[in-house]
């Protein structure tokens, strides 16, 4: 009986050492493969948040420059952190023929379009450091690594009720909350007339 045991133990020992040296590598490459299959997926989906909202769309666009974006850098006075002051970036861009108002939104791309600043029927086109008022800016502030901040400034013919989108979070519907700003009245569009886009990257440092 003793010996039988032994025995059994014995092939028993041999299965785990011939699963170690085959099975346990395919299982192990599984789960790698499994893990990497859902990065891609994660990188796939910030690729369909990231890209561009007006690709296509046929609209003019404007320049948008800021005194506070040096080498495609946001300077550190305009984050919400340890060092920075918590202020919107200075903005400029020249008038737009036939607009009655302008919509900003400045979003983190890197963070599924989270919104730091949104401010609707803007009437002004040079915007000084530190103009919108708290309720409307949050300055970046980056969990960790670099992220890219993109500011869209949106030309409109008439004022809106409210530019559409979750201040301070995440917004999976961007893209269609910007559009929204070209509807006229319900089934009627037209509203949107040009948009200028300004990048910077800000990496986290305290």
Same mark, same amino acid.
């Given at each position: 009986?003793?010996?039988?045991?032994?025995?059994?133990?014995?092939?028993?020992?041999? @299965?785990? #050492?011939?699963?170690?040296?085959?099975?346990? @590598?395919?299982?192990?490459?599984?789960?790698?493969?499994?893990?990497?299959?859902?990065? &891609?997926?994660? #990188?796939?989906?910030?690729? $369909?948040?990231?890209?561009?909202?007006?690709?296509?769309?046929?609209?003019?666009?404007?320049?948008?420059?800021?005194?506070? #974006?040096?080498?495609?850098? !946001?300077?550190?006075?305009?984050?919400?952190?340890?060092?920075?002051?918590?202020?919107?970036?200075? #903005?400029? !861009?020249?008038? *737009?023929?036939?607009?009655?108002?302008?919509?900003?939104?400045?979003?983190?791309?890197?963070? @599924?379009? !989270?919104?730091?600043?949104?401010?609707?029927?803007?009437?002004?086109?040079?915007? &000084?450091?530190? !103009?919108?008022?708290? %309720?409307?800016?949050?300055?970046?502030?980056?969990?960790?690594?670099?992220?890219?901040?993109?500011?869209?400034?949106?030309?409109?013919?008439?004022? *809106?009720?409210?530019?559409? %989108?979750?201040?301070?979070?995440?917004?999976?519907?961007?893209? &269609?909350?910007?559009?929204? $700003?070209?509807?006229?009245?319900?089934?009627?569009?037209?509203?949107?007339?040009?948009? %200028?886009?300004?990048? %910077?990257?800000?990496?986290?440092?305290?």
């Amino acid at each position: 009986m003793k010996g039988l045991k032994k025995l059994i133990m014995c092939c028993g020992l041999m @299965g785990v #050492l011939l699963l170690s040296a085959t099975g346990c @590598g395919s299982l192990g490459e599984t789960a790698a493969q499994s893990e990497s299959t859902e990065e &891609s997926k994660i #990188l796939i989906q910030n690729d $369909l948040l990231n890209s561009a909202i007006f690709e296509g769309s046929g609209y003019s666009t404007f320049e948008v420059t800021s005194e506070d #974006l040096h080498d495609g850098v !946001w300077d550190t006075v305009i984050t919400n952190t340890t060092n920075g002051s918590n202020v919107s970036p200075q #903005l400029s !861009w020249e008038t *737009v023929p036939g607009a009655g108002c302008y919509v900003i939104y400045m979003v983190d791309t890197t963070a @599924g379009n !989270w919104i730091h600043w949104k401010s609707n029927n803007v009437t002004e086109t040079n915007l &000084s450091r530190g !103009w919108a008022p708290k %309720g409307e800016y949050i300055g970046p502030y980056p969990p960790g690594g670099t992220h890219d901040y993109k500011i869209y400034v949106v030309a409109i013919k008439e004022p *809106v009720e409210r530019a559409k %989108g979750a201040f301070n979070s995440t917004n999976e519907r961007f893209k &269609s909350n910007v559009m929204a $700003l070209d509807e006229v009245t319900e089934g009627a569009t037209g509203n949107i007339l040009a948009y %200028g886009e300004i990048v %910077g990257t800000y990496t986290h440092g305290d």
